[in-house]
């Protein structure tokens, strides 16, 4: 069908202001959430000024602990975004039915989640005026050599695979035409593909520092993937059942309860590794295990960490094992508080309870705690309500379309 | 399936570059000083500040030529005449307000006083003596300590102990025993350290 | 495929003298990139500027100058030209901004030098002179007492640096203790170099491990790199009393640094490049601390290695540093 590029430029400017229109409409509760939310961003806006101003000063870092909370939240949210997989997954390549209501869902989550990283990446950049210093033949980008340049590589080229999919698709459908799996099939399975590298080349920039002995062991990659298809299939959990009730969107029970299967069995291996690590920092302890002391035991009376990660741990495994019973998982009222639960430990033991003992002690044994100032924790707030109100807008773009009330009406003489 | 080939094929592109980045990497250091030290004369325009610029003289009981600092210029209580007769035993000529030779604090090699003839001549010559009763000229002290601190005379000859004077890229100039060490009391004294280091950067 | 493999490499170009195509490739496309940007604030400026009442010669001057210094390349490939050009431009900047003469060297490693550095164990009492000098020396922050060096008080029978203390407000030398200095040891396998991901740090032909502080953007991932926690990074706006300024500066030395950007010891470039030994081996009051040429076989730094026994931190991370320790 041959369509001219005016035609094409009015479809897409129309799909633009239908979304706008369909994200900027809704009840009193849906103003009164976008609303808390920009006034979260506002305000993140504004302590980012701060640090923009006085320098990374006004944050909780120094020159022991040089990654804290944005570098933290950046590796769980690499993970979040990495789980997006684990919806499409079974759509397209199992080919299960009943998940392909969700994969548009888990898509944007992905998107989110990915504007979240590239964000707190940029809040934790000393000259984020100099960021042009990366781009490839105009700046000096370091790659191969460095696991930063690679990471830039497949975190923008994940964001482009979630955005472009999903966008593919949805025009078709706002045309009213059937997507043509030719041009979109392939791409999801490098997504899929994609998926685990955003997370290991990630996790590989961690472990791939002999100077932290914390982070240098192989099994950071394999752990991260673990704790990210527990923790982010349980956020997607979450965003499924909010729209199954608020917005009158069909989710079958069976998409629930197979991605809370996946959490359990991802959340069991997580635990196993998490025992490997353990048994390795402990049985016999040498130098090298000294910050998992730290976080574990507390070291020299510093022990600031210690409830956190005993928290986490504990919840963890109450959490996973709540979850291996079957008439628990199953039942959406107990799923979606558990869900939240093991989202919310894991967050600390990936975020917190992995990038700050990294630092601690120091290189030559020095000692230095690290506790976040109210900068980083508004930006870190305003960054997680951007998150989730692109979200939001994407979910209210989406489901219309889906659900067939959004559709393209041309002007009657461009047919 | 689709998906192993994508996998294979991502993770052989990234093992293959590594491969070919770690072999581009530097052989190890002691390969590299081993190949390249041939040259021993680095020719360039060196900063005025870099040479010593006081008085030297040549390192006796050396190898090859070295450059240690003059004493003399630094004695204060030297030549012997400024405060005593040129005659045998002292007499103060001037009323010089010096400490007595017996005033100083000596701990070095052993506390008390009758073993500054061990070192200084007994008579009315002006210089020190070996052990063994040759004159040695204040400039070349050094050959006095070396009789019992033989170790620590070999370590300065090759720059394991004591200082240089003169930077890296000029001749060598080294600092003389006691240009750091009173030779009466040659042990470094406790003091308060120059700086002062906080653990990390205080915050605004 | 290892053709199409190896060109996406970017070596950086070892010789800066001679011009190579593909970098000036990329200053054209840069420069096309600062024209089009320079075109379009042009036209706002222009419009500002017919409303406003008038700018001064010198603030015009210093945005003029900033604006060039914003959008240079990294030092790392910059030809010889490019290089004179930025530090004239440094010092005029300098000049106007605060009414004083610096002088900022480009000075290129010297030929046949490989630096090293040992450390006598049994020599450092502690004192902290090298620290005073290196302060004063490099231009560092003063308002977060920045301190490239660090002594550790180790006490006797422990030997392990990480059991030490550099918190040192007391006496010394104290008896039963002895003292460690540490900072960058400058590795020939720097790992800093390996994770910087805009190629800001790299290792100079005569050793050096230095870093462009105009092109760093402040990752970071360097200092989480570094095993001997060497780097230092500059959480605010450093600042230097003018009349503590050191004015004999090199580009990648002491020149004054930034807000968020890195900073480390260089082994005092703007000394050692013209032939004077760094400033803590100089300030030494005990002579701990010997500096040298590797290459040259008669150094003190040679003589050291070969008579001494020797060893360095973390021997086992391959780091391969040039800076050694040893006892009497």
């Known amino acids: 069908m041959q369509r001219t590029l005016g035609i094409r430029m009015a479809l897409f400017f129309s799909f633009i202001k239908d979304g706008l229109k369909s994200a900027t409409a809704g009840t009193w509760r849906y103003h009164l959430w976008m609303g808390a939310l920009s006034i979260l961003m506002i305000a993140g806006m504004l302590a980012y000024s701060q640090q923009l101003r006085f320098g990374l000063s006004v944050t909780g870092m120094n020159d022991h602990v040089s990654w804290g909370l944005y570098i933290s939240n950046f590796t769980f949210l690499v993970g979040l975004a990495a789980a997006a997989v684990m919806v499409v997954l079974p759509a397209y390549v199992i080919k299960d039915l009943d998940f392909s209501q969700a994969v548009l869902i888990g898509e944007g989550v992905a998107v989110a989640a990915l504007c979240m990283c590239l964000a ?9 005026t100099r960021l042009w210093h990366m781009l490839p033949f105009v700046g000096y980008f370091n790659w191969p050599s460095s696991m930063l340049t690679w990471d830039v590589i497949v975190l923008n080229g994940y964001l482009g695979l979630n955005l472009c999919i999903p966008l593919y698709i949805l025009l078709c459908k706002y045309k009213g035409t059937k997507p043509n799996k030719k041009y979109y099939l392939p791409f999801i399975f490098l997504s899929i593909g994609w998926a685990l590298a955003i997370h290991l080349v990630t996790a590989f920039l961690y472990a791939g520092l002999p100077a932290r002995p914390f982070w240098n062991n192989a099994l950071l990659g394999p752990r991260f993937l673990a704790s990210a298809f527990a923790g982010g299939p349980a956020f997607i959990i979450v965003v499924l059942v909010l729209i199954r009730s608020r917005l009158n969107y069909k989710i079958d029970d069976e998409t629930i309860n197979k991605l809370a299967l996946i959490i359990t069995v991802a959340a069991q ?12 920092e402990f049985y016999q302890q040498t130098h090298h295990s000294i910050s998992a002391q730290y976080l574990f035991f507390g070291l020299n009376g510093k022990t600031a960490l210690v409830p956190w990660i005993w928290g986490s741990i504990g919840t963890n495994v109450l959490c996973t094992i709540l979850l291996s019973i079957h008439p628990i998982r199953t039942n959406t009222k107990l799923l979606v508080p558990i869900a939240i639960v093991l989202f919310l430990a894991i967050w600390v033991d990936k975020g917190l309870g992995l990038i700050i003992p990294g630092f601690i002690p120091s290189p030559l044994g020095e000692l230095v705690e690290y506790t976040p100032t109210w900068v980083e924790s508004t930006v870190t707030a305003g960054i997680w309500a951007m998150g989730f109100f692109i979200l939001t807008v994407l979910i209210k773009v989406a489901l219309p379309i889906e659900k067939g009330y959004l559709r393209f009406r041309a002007a009657p003489s461009a047919k | 399936m689709a ?29 590299k000083i081993r190949e390249h030290s041939n040259k021993v004369q680095v020719d360039f325009e060196t900063n005025d500040r870099a040479a010593f610029t006081g008085e030297t003289v040549d390192l006796q009981l050396g190898e090859r030529g070295v450059k240690v600092a003059a004493r003399i210029p630094h004695l204060e209580q030297y030549p012997c005449t400024n405060c005593h007769g040129a005659e045998n035993r002292p007499t103060l000529t001037t009323n010089q307000d010096r400490r007595s030779h017996w005033q100083i604090e000596k701990t070095h090699p052993t506390p008390g006083d009758a073993e500054c003839i061990l070192c200084h001549q007994s008579n009315d010559d002006m210089g020190l003596h070996s052990l063994a009763g040759e004159n040695i000229e204040f400039d070349h002290s050094y050959e006095i ?22 930077g890296w890229a000029v001749e060598r100039v080294i600092q003389n025993c006691t240009g750091c060490h009173n030779p009466h ?13 906080i653990i990390t950067p205080i915050r605004k | 495929m290892l053709q199409t493999l190896k060109k996406l490499f970017k070596k950086p170009a070892k010789e800066p003298s001679i011009p190579n195509n593909k970098f000036s490739l990329n200053v054209d496309r840069r420069r096309a990139l600062k024209s089009l940007i320079t075109g379009g604030v042009a036209g706002a400026a222009l419009a500002k500027t017919s409303c406003s009442t008038g700018i001064d010669a010198k603030t015009a001057e210093v945005a003029a100058l900033n604006w060039e210094e914003y959008f240079k390349g990294n030092y790392r490939v910059m030809s010889r030209e490019e290089r004179s050009e930025t530090v004239e431009r440094l010092e005029k900047l300098h000049q106007l901004k605060k009414g004083t003469n610096i002088s900022v060297s480009s000075a290129e490693p010297v030929k046949d030098v490989l630096y090293g550095y040992a450390f006598n164990v049994s020599k450092c009492k502690g004192y902290m002179d090298c620290v005073k000098a290196c302060v004063a020396e490099n231009n560092q922050d003063r308002k ?16 392990v640096l990480e059991h030490g ?29 390996d994770v910087c991901p805009v190629g800001a740090t790299w290792k100079e032909d005569d050793g050096i491990v230095v870093i462009d502080y105009d092109w760093c953007i402040g990752c970071r991932y360097c200092e989480a790199a570094c095993p001997y926690w060497a ?12 009349a503590e300024l050191n004015e004999n500066q090199h580009y990648l030395g002491n020149r004054p640094r930034k807000q968020g950007v890195m900073e480390k010891c260089t082994y005092c470039i703007q000394r050692t490049r013209t032939g004077q030994n760094p400033a803590c081996v100089e300030a030494c009051p005990t002579g701990a601390r010997i500096f040298g040429n590797l290459l040259d076989p008669e150094s003190e730094i040679r003589q050291v290695l070969a008579e001494k026994k020797v060893f360095r931190l973390k021997e086992d991370l391959g780091t391969e540093p040039k800076f050694w320790y040893f006892m009497d």
């Not at chain 2, 294979?8 to 581009?24: D, E, P, Q, R």
């Not at chain 2, 300590?145 to 003169?166: E, N, P, T, V």
């Not at chain 2, 009391?185 to 700086?195: G, I, L, R, V, W």
């Open chain 3, 144 to 159: 977060t007492d920045m301190q490239y060096i660090r002594i550790f008080e180790v006490k006797n029978g422990d030997n």
């Open chain 1, 120 to 128: 707190f990446v940029v809040a934790d950049m000393g000259g984020p």
């Open chain 2, 185 to 197: 009391h040659p042990k470094f004294k406790q003091k308060q350290p120059a700086a002062h280091t």
């Open chain 2, 145 to 166: 300590c070396a009789q019992c601190h033989s170790g620590q005379f070999k370590d300065w000859k090759i720059g394991a102990h004591g200082k240089r004077l003169s």
């Open chain 3, 165 to 193: 203390n550099s918190q040192i407000a007391h006496d010394v030398p104290v008896p039963g203790y002895h003292y460690m200095g540490t900072q960058c040891f400058q590795c020939e396998n720097p790992p800093c170099v």
């Open chain 3, 231 to 242: 780097r230092r990074f500059n959480w605010s706006e450093p600042e230097v009393p003018a």
């Open chain 2, 3 to 31: 998906i192993k080939f994508y996998q294979i094929t991502l993770s052989s592109l990234f093992v293959g570059t590594s491969i070919l980045w770690a072999s581009g990497k530097d052989s190890t250091l002691t390969q």
């Open chain 1, 269 to 280: 291996v997580n635990l196993v590794m998490l025992g490997s690590e353990l048994f390795k």
